[in-house]
């Protein structure tokens, strides 16, 4: 665990709380630090009811309030007396985002807008945190798009914050291991069905290795050090999907079936024309804004610019996972229901 005492004595409001995110985020705080109290914030109250149910022990520490990102009336009531913000609230499903534009921009474009609103006019907040994805780099769906439209609200949103002691930063991964809808539930259906052969859309392709702790991680590191409008970005390491597929089932015939509409060969993290306002650090990376509105925005120490025309993608990636390796990990994957 890092930055002790960080969450101490503090009131934290996650949007989205009963998603995979916001559970790992809930668990691993409560665990590792002393929060005054932590408030979940969703519509469905099944999803709360469930939660509640399996964090019993916690009860004096949770709340649980049943809210829309979209009702902006209802932020403002459940963030008096917050400090820190997280926001994993959004609809995430790439073919339903296609299907129902309108509800992807209310939910993942207006959403953020209220929530950045009711944190700047709380008066209490004082860190907000919002989760992006590898999708809105160089978009090709809308939900990259209104992710991407999201990142650029928060960052922005620096500039709002005037006298008040307020910052914005965002959190970037890419697909978490197991996670619904990804490559590795899909193989093991098939596995589990007895196939003998797995799918590759593409001999090329290539995606990042993060579990869900690592991502709770490296929230909590841009709650302690963001400054205002980093987008922190983990390094990770890169495998192939073909060695995924002979990790799950060694020798198996792997059928190249071509690739689907709005996929991309490899996760994208950091673009060329972002190298001119990324640092590499230790274990990260940090995308800082181009534009400076104020001084409270700085760049944190410890870090050293990367050459121009770098870029960081689970392709041209120096960190490989051999086929053992994939195997080990695969042994800690929890699998979404
Ligand atoms: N999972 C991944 O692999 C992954 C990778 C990269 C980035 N991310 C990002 O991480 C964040 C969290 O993802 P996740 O995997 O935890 O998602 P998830 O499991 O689908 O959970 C989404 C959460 O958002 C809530 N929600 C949805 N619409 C809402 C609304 N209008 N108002 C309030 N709450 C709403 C849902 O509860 P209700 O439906 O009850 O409201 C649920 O609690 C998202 O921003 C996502 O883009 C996820």
Not at 48 to 55: A, G, L, R
Not at 224 to 233: K, V
Request: charged share 25%; net charge neutral; proline share 4%.
């Amino acid at each position: 665990m890092q930055y002790n005492n960080l969450l101490d004595n503090k009131t934290i409001l996650i949007t989205g709380g009963t998603g995979s995110f916001g559970k790992c985020f809930t668990k691993y705080v409560l665990k590792n630090y002393n929060p005054k109290k932590i408030i979940i914030y969703s519509r469905d109250e099944f999803k709360q009811f469930i939660m509640q149910n399996d964090m019993k022990e916690y009860a004096d520490k949770l709340r649980f309030f049943i809210g829309d990102v979209r009702d902006k009336e209802r932020l403002a009531r459940a963030l008096n007396g917050v400090d820190y913000v997280i926001h994993a609230a959004a609809l995430k499903q790439v073919p339903a985002c296609e299907y129902n534009p309108n509800e992807a921009i209310k939910t993942n474009i207006h959403g953020a807008m209220n929530v950045i609103d009711a944190c700047l006019d709380s008066g209490s907040v004082k860190k907000v945190v919002a989760l992006s994805t590898d999708k809105a780099v160089n978009p090709v769906n809308l939900y990259g798009g209104t992710k991407l439209v999201s990142d650029k609200l928060f960052v922005a949103a620096n500039a709002y914050s005037g006298t008040c002691d307020i910052n914005f930063s965002v959190v970037r991964y890419g697909n978490v291991a197991g996670s619904r809808g990804s490559v590795i539930p899909f193989f093991k259906n098939i596995i589990d069905k007895g196939g003998r052969e797995l799918p590759i859309t593409d001999y090329r392709m290539t995606r990042f290795w993060i579990s869900l702790t690592q991502g709770v991680e490296l929230v909590i590191k841009a709650l302690a050090e963001a400054n205002g409008g980093e987008t922190f970005i983990s390094k990770i390491p890169s495998f192939k999907i073909t060695d995924l597929a002979q990790a799950m089932l060694p020798g198996c015939e792997m059928p190249e079936v071509g690739i689907r509409e709005g996929e991309k060969l490899h996760e994208i993290m950091v673009t060329v024309e972002d190298s001119l306002t990324t640092y590499e650090y230790e274990k990260h990376f940090i995308v800082y804004p181009q534009m400076v509105w104020n001084d409270k925005q700085q760049i944190i120490p410890g870090g050293k610019k990367v050459e121009e025309g770098f870029s960081y993608s689970s392709g041209n990636n120096t960190w490989w996972l051999t086929i053992p390796e994939i195997q080990e990990l695969l042994k800690d994957v929890d699998l979404e229901a």
